[in-house]
């Protein structure tokens, strides 16, 4: 291991008088190395200091930031690493409890125990003439689960290596009996569930005799050609790494991964998790080391970001830095916050990915890997995704007509959007749509220290009053950019001619805007009305792709449940008849389950949350046809009923507002006195707002030509926000 000041230690041993010995600087390392996951001190001139087992018992502590102690029962001595660094402490620690954990989980899944000396198992020497005995004693092993046992034996004996030079020498006089009986051993041993012996076989000496092994499979009626494949393989290295002991971890992985992928047929299940855990733990180790380095990651994202060399050295960079996010999202538990939050403070980790995606010409290859990092990183850690788009300099002005595309000069935002509007990859889309709503969608948006920051599973619904002033402030500079800058941007594809992509990009925008209703208030209520979105949203009932019909149905569905604005936009909806073009696709013969249990649902939330305009709006527009429908017959009584309920309570409602009546009020009939004020709504004349400049790119409407009139937005804004005269 080269010299890092994060893995850069002093090995201490307690003397008999109470005293630490210095016995040596140099660097730490902790992972499966050999047999066991163990501590390693390198000395500054070469020597090993220290290489000691670990072990579950809890007798390893952290004193301070810098010192780790324990006793070790091996060395019979007190032993104490003092780190020059608190990283490399905190990062060693974290490793020496994953390492118990693996080992504890290891020990609960095979039952593991130690065996009395009286039950001692002892094999036959691995001769020729004793290989029938030894498959059949191997089988009874795994029978009669003695698998701890077998390890134990096998760990402190060469017979492995013994075995399978025996296999070469009958391989090589062709003897496919003998084969297949040291296959069913070497199988049989994989089975014992110990990592120990699996690290054995697939160390560099042994691993090309043990893949050869598995290749006489008696149960298969063609022989795979393993040592052929693993042959081609090549490790290429992007970024050369200097360290041996990471080198050798990552080509011994890849056995392992191979291993696992070949052999499930065989393998019962708690040999499979141990091949699992044994990868992940590689995997952590692995990234650790690498992300510790002081020159690995510099070198990477310059070669990522070395825009005037060869395309091909440039993907192999950027794949590999995909693969480093993507094994830290899937592998990494304790650590996972650290390595996210670490890459996202590099200096050039977001300088780099802008750069890539602000090209001129972006190839496939780099929108296709960009895309789907953006997916794993966004699902960790958003915050400091946003503070990068908020900081830019290159937001993007306003397109100045509907086919305009270029957005230059284009910050990263607008290379991600870019990704959704532009793009005809439909896995690239979903990518960039997923990275849109985790970064203005999140419900950690702004709220540092939230669970789902480093935990997307984890759920948790912050208010405005949770967040400090300065959040409050950033987190209304983020949204003031989104609707001033990029917005516009995002819902070009409503009005630009149809071209492959556009279809799949629109469900996902459609999704984006439902999203926005439920989250940002006031200032999606204004932008929708202004540029009439609504409207254009609805049409796509008009098209004939049943999912564009049902992401209509979704939005409208938003627009009904969303908790500010809410009668605002119950308003809109009645008076300009919104709801005419999806119960056109609802009666028609066409439609087809899926579609028509989307818009019962809607009608059924309307009716359960009993909103009184839209109750009355589809009551008296298409009462007549809901009573005599026959689908969802339930639902739609439900809706007429309470329209019943609510113009019974309307006349009568001087009989319950009279003094010591005695009558008590439901919530329903308390929520329409509270807004019978706006009923007068509908018997205003309002006229059009004029629309913004940014409107005029995406006025005309993204379904097939229709008809109808277009609906005029109302102005009055009863519900608006303090701040409504400002410009969005």
């Avoid at 309002?686 to 790119?697: I, K, L, N």
């Amino acid at each position: 291991m080269g010299d890092n000041c994060h893995t850069r230690v002093k090995l201490y041993k307690l003397n008999s008088e109470g005293g630490w010995d210095d016995w040596g600087t140099g660097q730490v390392s902790v992972g499966l190395q050999d047999e066991s996951p163990v501590i390693h001190v390198n000395g500054d001139a070469g020597q090993v200091l220290l290489n000691t087992r670990i072990v579950v018992d809890d007798i390893y502590k952290q004193q301070g930031d810098t010192i780790i102690t324990w006793k070790d029962d091996d060395k019979n001595a007190e032993l104490a690493l003092s780190f020059q660094a608190i990283d490399g402490c905190r990062s060693t620690w974290e490793l020496i409890q994953s390492a118990q954990k693996y080992q504890a989980q290891q020990a609960q899944d095979t039952g593991e125990a130690l065996v009395p000396a009286d039950q001692s198992i002892s094999l036959p020497p691995p001769k020729l003439e004793n290989l029938p005995a030894l498959a059949d004693m191997m089988e009874q092993l795994v029978m009669e689960n003695k698998r701890s046992a077998a390890a134990e034996i096998l760990r402190q004996s060469e017979y492995i290596g013994e075995l399978l030079s025996i296999f070469s020498q009958v391989e090589d006089l062709e003897d496919w009996g003998t084969c297949v009986l040291i296959f069913k051993i070497i199988n049989g041993m994989v089975g014992l569930v110990h990592p120990e012996i699996v690290l054995h076989l697939v160390s560099s000496p042994n691993y090309k005799r043990f893949f050869g092994v598995l290749e006489y499979d008696p149960a298969l009626k063609k022989p795979p050609k393993h040592r052929e494949f693993l042959a081609k393989a090549v490790f290429r290295q992007e970024i050369p790494i200097e360290d041996e002991a990471v080198r050798q971890r990552i080509q011994q992985n890849y056995r392992l991964q191979y291993l696992e992928h070949i052999l499930p047929r065989v393998l019962d299940d708690p040999t499979i998790n141990m091949l699992h855990k044994m990868i992940m733990m590689n995997n952590q180790t692995i990234i650790t080391q690498l992300q510790i380095s002081d020159t690995y990651t510099d070198n990477l994202l310059a070669g990522v970001g070395r825009l005037s060399g060869p395309l091909e050295k440039r993907l192999g960079c950027l794949e590999l830095l995909l693969n480093l996010v993507k094994t830290a999202d899937d592998s990494l538990q304790e650590e996972k916050p650290e390595f996210f939050r670490r890459l996202c403070a590099h200096k050039e980790f977001f300088p780099t990915l802008h750069k890539v995606l602000a090209q001129k010409v972006v190839s496939h290859q780099e929108r296709t890997l960009c895309a789907r990092m953006l997916f794993y990183l966004l699902r960790n850690v958003r915050q400091a995704c946003r503070t990068f788009c908020i900081d830019s300099k290159h937001h993007p002005d306003p397109p100045t007509s509907s086919g305009d595309h270029s957005g230059q000069p284009r910050s990263l935002l607008t290379g991600i959007i870019n990704l959704l509007t532009c793009e005809e990859d439909r896995g690239i889309q979903a990518d960039a749509a997923t990275s849109l709503n985790e970064l203005f969608h999140g419900k950690d948006f702004f709220f540092e220290g939230a669970p789902s920051e480093h935990d997307p599973m984890v759920k948790r619904e912050v208010k405005n009053e949770t967040l400090t002033q300065q959040q409050n402030r950033d987190k209304e500079a983020c949204l003031s950019i989104l609707y001033e800058r990029y917005m516009v941007w995002i819902v070009q594809p409503f009005s630009a001619t149809c071209r492959p992509g556009t279809h799949n990009a629109m469900i996902h925008l459609t999704d984006f805007l439902s999203n926005c209703v439920l989250n940002h208030g006031y200032r999606a209520k204004y932008f929708i009305l202004q540029n009439r979105l609504i409207d254009t949203v609805v049409q796509l009932c008009d098209r004939k792709e049943k999912t564009l019909q049902i992401a209509s149905v979704r939005f409208l569905l938003a627009c009904i449940q969303v908790k500010e604005s809410a009668p605002f936009y119950h308003r809109y909806i009645a008076k300009n008849d919104l709801f005419r073009r999806m119960f056109a696709c609802f009666f028609a013969t066409s439609a087809d389950d899926m579609l028509k249990a989307s818009i019962c649902n809607l009608i059924d939330v309307i009716g359960t949350l009993n909103c009184k305009v839209l109750v009355k709006y589809i009551a008296k527009q298409y009462g007549e046809r809901l009573r005599a429908c026959a689908y969802c017959k339930e639902t739609f009584a439900l809706i007429l009923r309470k329209h019943a309920q609510n113009e019974d309570f309307e006349h009568n409602k001087d009989q319950f507002t009279k003094d010591d009546v005695g009558v008590k009020m439901s919530q329903d009939q308390l929520r329409y006195l509270e807004n019978q004020r706006e009923e007068s709504y509908f018997d205003d004349d309002d006229s059009v707002p004029a629309r913004p400049p940014a409107a005029a790119a995406f006025s005309s409407a993204a379904a097939a030509p229709s008809s109808h009139p277009q609906p005029s937005p109302a102005t009055h804004f009863l519900d608006e926000n303090p701040f409504k005269r400002r410009k969005i």
